[in-house]
Structures are given as structure tokens and as C-alpha cells.
């Protein structure tokens, strides 16, 4: 009898995991939604912005030979020193999602470190924070609660202090990783050199508008751009993580959800079992006993 109280209680046990997990899974569902619209929107944004710098440093190049003076553009062939910005999730049970940008970022300051080139990382979210605090890893900037609520505003904090080192020489460049959303069952990571940047390449025809630029202007209008397109960068990889971590998290839970159903179905036979050979043990007591009184 014992054993059949415990594994009822089992059985119940699992069931209130089942209902968690599955209320879990419907709001990450929900939330996935509204980050995946934010995402879409945010990638037309890229394109355009893309589209802009490659026209605008066509048509400076045309006033300009050889490569832009702007170190933006300058490539740097003996770095010595690359910040790398990462981005986790401020929370947990969203399977490998964290795992896989931590993996990354390690093997990142693996191939540095066979270059002789001093790693210096910004770390975005809690998990990963974590886990190089754990590690006694030395973090150069932390920012906790950005990533479960992302905002234009926290992505310029986040990479003005980047962008500023790399322009006064302290950093030669700044490395972008984050594990992004690809579809509702898949996430994509990513792993992007922001800083220096190439210039796009395009043909005359291409670059055709009616876009005038003023030669004079061109240091302007490019410094301007460029801090635009770093800030999106960091936004773009806020919001894009964001809507990865959920799409991980209502694949986690619903995994759950389906073992917690095994589980139970799994429990039922050996409740059943059990009670079957405690019937058949009664059974047999009562015919010996009766036996025993003839």
C-alpha cells in the first residue's frame, strides 16, 4: 500500500509540473509574437540603413581615392585589442539558447588568445553574466534586465562606451554575438565585426538617386550614419535575441510538457501494476486462509 501512495504522489507531482510547463509554453507563445513582428520591422530598417551607407561611401569615394579616413573604414591588420559585446537572456529554461552565445564567445577569446590579442568583454544578461563571474572571468561592462526588455535608448548606452574606445584607439575592433531568431522552431547564431567596417561595394549604376552629397559634408554625414548603424546594430541585436529566447523557451517547455506526459502515462502502468499484484496478494491470503479452515 505504501508504494502505491507513492507513486500516486508521483503522479500528482508530475501533473502540476505538466500544467506548468504548459502555461509556460502558451506565454512565451504569446510573447513570441509581438518580438517576432519587432524583429520583422527592425530588419526592413536594416536594409534601408544598409542601403544608405552603401550609396553614401560610393559617392564620397567618388571625391576620395584610395580607402575613408574615417577609422570606421580603416582595417587593422596587428589588432591588439577586441571588445567583444555578447547577449544572453536575464533568465533560465529556454534550453541550450544561452549555452550556444557562451560557447561562442569562448571560442572567440580561444582564437584571440592564439593571436596574442587582449579580449576585453560586455556582457548583456544575467545568464551570462553568471557564468563568467562563475568562471572568474574578468568582465569589462555588465548590463543586467536590457535583454528581457530591450530599448533603442539601453542599446545606445551599451555601445557608446564601445564606440568611443575604438575612436580614441583604446580597442581596434568590437566583435557583435547573440543567438537570433531564424523561424519559430530554430534559432540563428550570430556572430558580426561591427567595428571596423567594410565599405560596401557597389556599381555606378547602382548607386544612382537622387541623393547629392557635398564633399565638404562628407565627414559629417558619415560620423552620423555610422553611429546610427552601430546603435541599430545593438539594438536590432537586442530585440532579434529577444524574440530567439522566447522562440527557445516555448520549444523547452513544450519538450517538458511532452516528457511530463510520458512520464505520467509511464507512471500509471507501474501504478497499475502495482495495485494489480496488491489485489492478486489479497487474493491469495484469503484463498489460504479459507483453505487453511478445512
Same mark, same amino acid.
Given at each position: ?13 508530475? +501533473?502540476?509540473?505538466? &500544467? ?8 512565451? $507563445?504569446? &510573447? ?18 544598409? *542601403? ?7 559617392? !564620397?569615394? =567618388? ?42 564567445? =569562448? ?9 596574442? !590579442? ?22 569589462? &561592462? $555588465? ?7 530591450? $530599448?533603442? @535608448? ?9 564606440? *568611443? ?38 556599381? @555606378? @549604376? ?18 552620423? #550614419? ?15 535575441? #529577444? ?7 516555448? +520549444? ?32 491469495? *491470503?484469503?484463498?489460504?486462509?479459507? *483453505?487453511?479452515?478445512?
Amino acid at each position: 500500500m505504501s508504494n502505491l501512495k507513492e507513486i500516486k504522489r508521483k503522479i500528482k507531482s508530475v +501533473q502540476n509540473t505538466q &500544467k506548468t510547463t504548459r502555461a509556460m509554453k502558451l506565454v512565451s $507563445t504569446a &510573447k513570441l509574437r509581438k518580438a517576432e513582428e519587432v524583429a520583422k520591422q527592425s530588419r526592413v530598417y536594416a536594409q534601408k540603413i544598409n *542601403e544608405m551607407l552603401s550609396e553614401i561611401s560610393f559617392k !564620397v569615394n =567618388q571625391y576620395k581615392t584610395g580607402r575613408l579616413e574615417s577609422r570606421f573604414f580603416q582595417p587593422i591588420e596587428n589588432p591588439d585589442k577586441v571588445d567583444i559585446i555578447f547577449v544572453t537572456a536575464d533568465k533560465g529554461l529556454c534550453g541550450g539558447f544561452n549555452v550556444q552565445t557562451i560557447k561562442a564567445v =569562448q571560442r572567440l577569446m580561444e582564437e584571440y588568445k592564439a593571436k596574442k !590579442v587582449k579580449v576585453r568583454l560586455r556582457a548583456v544578461g544575467r545568464k551570462g553574466i553568471e557564468y563568467f563571474n562563475f568562471q572568474d572571468i574578468e568582465l569589462l &561592462k $555588465t548590463y543586467s534586465g536590457v535583454s528581457s526588455n530591450p $530599448t533603442y @535608448e539601453k542599446a545606445q548606452e551599451i555601445i557608446s562606451d564601445a564606440i *568611443e574606445d575604438f575612436v580614441n584607439g583604446v580597442s581596434d575592433g568590437v566583435m557583435l554575438v547573440h543567438n537570433g531568431y531564424f523561424n519559430m522552431i530554430s534559432q540563428e547564431l550570430k556572430i558580426n565585426e561591427i567595428m571596423p567596417v567594410e565599405p560596401p561595394k557597389m556599381s @555606378e @549604376e547602382e548607386s544612382l538617386s537622387l541623393m547629392e552629397i557635398e564633399p565638404e559634408d562628407d565627414a559629417k554625414i558619415l560620423d552620423e #550614419l555610422m553611429q546610427k548603424y552601430f546603435e541599430y546594430n545593438m539594438y536590432y541585436a537586442l530585440i532579434d535575441s #529577444l524574440a530567439a529566447e522566447h522562440s527557445a523557451r516555448m +520549444q523547452a517547455m513544450d519538450s517538458a510538457t511532452s516528457n511530463a506526459k510520458e512520464r505520467v502515462h509511464s507512471l500509471n502502468i507501474a501504478y497499475n501494476k502495482a495495485r494489480q499484484e496488491s489485489i492478486t496478494t489479497e487474493l491469495i *491470503e484469503i484463498i489460504s486462509g479459507v *483453505e487453511s479452515m478445512k
